[in-house]
C-alpha cells in the first residue's frame, strides 16, 4: 500500500472495477488537489459515473486503492464509509432525487437536520443556499409543485449546504436547458473556489469541462490522453496504469 502524496485530497491508484462482468474501469489512477476543480470528461458510457462513486465511497472497486487525505477508503467499512460521505462529501447527480413529503427547504436542509442542527439553523442555512440559487421562492413548496429544473436547484443546495470538503457533481446538469446550467455551474464553481470546497465534475460537455482549473478524459473505463491544462510547476500529472 502506497501512501497518496500530501497535496492530493483525493487519491486513486490503478482502480478496477465492473458492473456485471463488464468492465467500468480499468487500471484508472488520478489524484486531486485540495481545494480544486477538476472535470472528469468523455463520452456517456466511458466510466465517469463509476469512478465519481469509486472515489466517494459509494462503490469499492475490485483491485486499486482510494484515499481521502490520510484514510484509506477502500479498506473502510460500510458504516465508516457512510459516515465519511455524510460528514466530508457532498453529491450531485443527473436525478435531484428529493423528498416529496418534504418542503423545498427541507429537502435543501435535510444534510444538517441528519446531523443533529436545530431546524432553525438549519432553515437559515439551506434558504440562504436557495436564494443564492434563485429558487427561494418556493422554499415552501413541495417538490411536485416547481418544474424539474427547479428542483435541480435544490439538489444543488441540498449538496452545498454542509460545505462539504469534497463536492462530486455527475452530470449535475443534465435536466436543464443550457442557458439555466450554465448559470448553475458558475454558482456551482463560484462557491467551491471561495469555500474551498474540491469539486469533481463529470461530464461528456467540453464547455462544461472548461470552468474547471484541469480535466482528465477517459474512455472506455481507461484515462486517455493527457491533461486539458497545464500541471502546476513541480507536480507530474498521474500516468496511465492501464
Known sequence: MVAPPDNDVLWAR???????????????????????????HGPRGCGKTTL??????????QQGEVWFNSAPVHTMGPLLRERLRRERFGWIGPEPQLVPELTVWENAALPLLLRGATRRVARTSATEWLERLDIGAAARKRPHAVTQAQRQRVAFARALVTMPAVLFADEPTAPLHRTDGAQVLRTLTTAARSHGITLLLATHDAEVAALADRAVSLLDGRRVGTDLSAEPEGRTACSLSA
Open 14 to 40: 490503478s482502480l478496477h472495477c465492473s458492473h456485471s462482468g463488464s468492465p467500468a474501469l480499468t487500471g484508472v489512477s488520478l489524484g486531486v488537489r485540495e481545494g480544486e476543480i477538476l472535470a472528469v
Open 52 to 61: 465519481l462513486q469509486c472515489l466517494s465511497g459509494q462503490l469499492v472497486p
